[in-house]
């Protein structure tokens, strides 16, 4: 059985007259990277603060490593357990890359080697600059360096790539796999479902207060009956349209008419898909191109997300 590394029992946080955690329930245990899902303002940064010690629950407990969090305080071996990346995070500019580096690992009695983090992390080029002169992608690479000197066993990281471009966010992403490599479990709070996608290898979806869906990326993606269709076909794409089971229609690409009708190329999400390819090879023997495949992360996550909005 594995290790329990994080313990929540019933945990409530009310702001003003919002309910931001409702009788919340979560376990998380060695060797997994949690993303933690869910629209801005379900609470994901409150959960993480309240996890870190960082503010304070109404009711409820939580435990890590089999201790109150409240520990955390007077308990040094307990912080050095943990590394922490959070959203609002700033460094100095005057100081070099380096000297940050130097600086946090004084607080550790056993940190990992500057050489060896400067080398895993991809700072070798620019441990000598300012932090001020960075550019995002590098400032995110440095703070993880200080997150992970330590040589923790979890780590929290609360929206690591806002505002990274793709370039910057896939050379992040790489770290947080080579993170997972080295035995460190994480938990992520993420709005990009692509990132949870690639990552976790446990989801996460919060919605009012609670946790309305939880399990790896491939059983949520199953949890959505529906699926993709893309052709090349000579039907209006009104036509398709107007069948019920046929959620949407996109256009890829129009061809000049050579016939009645132009031949498009399109994607059709369906709930049926069978029923609507029984439809589609009926009047349109043409049909060409034809592949059939799931939905991704987004729709599933939309699909959920207002499911149960819908049956509150």
């Given at each position: 059985?594995?290790?329990?590394?994080?313990?929540?029992?019933?945990?409530n946080?009310k702001?003003s007259?919002?309910?931001?955690l409702?009788?919340?329930n979560?376990?998380?245990h060695?060797?997994?990277?949690?993303?933690?899902l869910g629209?801005n303002?379900?609470g994901?940064?409150t959960?993480?603060n309240?996890?870190?010690g960082?503010?304070p629950a109404d009711s409820?407990e939580?435990?890590?490593?089999?201790?109150?969090v409240?520990?955390?305080?007077?308990?040094?071996?307990?912080r050095?357990?943990?590394?922490?990346?959070?959203?609002q995070?700033?460094?100095?500019g005057?100081?070099?890359?380096?000297e940050h580096?130097?600086?946090f690992?004084c607080?550790?009695?056993?940190?990992?080697?500057?050489?060896?983090?400067?080398?895993s992390?991809g700072l070798?080029?620019?441990v000598?600059q300012?932090?001020?002169?960075?550019?995002?992608g590098?400032k995110?690479a440095v703070?993880?360096?200080?997150?992970?000197?330590?040589?923790?066993?979890?780590?929290?990281?609360?929206?690591p790539t806002v505002?990274?471009?793709?370039?910057a966010?896939?050379?992040?992403w790489?770290?947080i796999?080579q993170?997972?490599?080295d035995?460190?479990?994480?938990?992520?709070?993420t709005?990009?479902?692509?990132?949870?996608?690639q990552?976790?290898s446990?989801?996460?979806?919060l919605k009012?207060?609670?946790?309305i869906?939880?399990?790896s990326?491939?059983?949520l993606?199953?949890?959505?009956?529906?699926r993709q269709l893309?052709?090349?076909t000579?039907l209006?794409?009104s036509l398709?349209?107007?069948?019920?089971e046929?959620?949407?229609v996109?256009?890829?690409?129009?061809?000049?008419k050579?016939?009645a009708e132009a031949?498009?190329?399109?994607?059709?999400?369906s709930?049926?898909?069978?029923?609507?390819?029984?439809r589609?090879?009926?009047l349109?023997?043409q049909?060409?191109?034809l592949?059939v495949?799931g939905?991704?992360l987004?729709q599933?996550?939309?699909?959920?997300t207002?499911?149960k909005?819908?049956s509150?």
């Amino acid at each position: 059985m594995s290790t329990t590394f994080v313990e929540i029992s019933n945990l409530n946080k009310k702001f003003s007259q919002h309910q931001v955690l409702n009788q919340l329930n979560l376990t998380i245990h060695a060797g997994e990277i949690v993303a933690i899902l869910g629209e801005n303002g379900t609470g994901k940064t409150t959960l993480l603060n309240i996890m870190l010690g960082l503010l304070p629950a109404d009711s409820g407990e939580v435990q890590l490593f089999g201790r109150p969090v409240s520990d955390l305080k007077q308990s040094m071996p307990l912080r050095g357990n943990i590394g922490v990346m959070l959203q609002q995070a700033s460094l100095p500019g005057n100081l070099t890359v380096q000297e940050h580096l130097q600086l946090f690992s004084c607080y550790y009695p056993n940190p990992r080697p500057l050489p060896e983090l400067i080398q895993s992390c991809g700072l070798s080029d620019i441990v000598h600059q300012r932090f001020s002169s960075l550019s995002g992608g590098q400032k995110q690479a440095v703070l993880f360096a200080l997150a992970i000197v330590g040589k923790p066993v979890l780590l929290f990281l609360d929206e690591p790539t806002v505002g990274l471009d793709v370039a910057a966010r896939q050379a992040f992403w790489q770290q947080i796999r080579q993170a997972k490599a080295d035995g460190i479990s994480v938990v992520l709070t993420t709005h990009y479902l692509e990132e949870a996608d690639q990552l976790a290898s446990r989801i996460l979806v919060l919605k009012n207060g609670q946790f309305i869906a939880d399990g790896s990326p491939a059983a949520l993606k199953a949890l959505n009956q529906t699926r993709q269709l893309c052709c090349s076909t000579r039907l209006a794409t009104s036509l398709i349209q107007s069948w019920p089971e046929v959620q949407q229609v996109v256009v890829f690409e129009t061809a000049e008419k050579t016939d009645a009708e132009a031949l498009q190329q399109l994607q059709i999400q369906s709930l049926q898909p069978e029923q609507t390819l029984r439809r589609m090879l009926a009047l349109d023997e043409q049909l060409s191109d034809l592949t059939v495949s799931g939905v991704g992360l987004e729709q599933a996550f939309l699909q959920l997300t207002q499911h149960k909005e819908h049956s509150a």
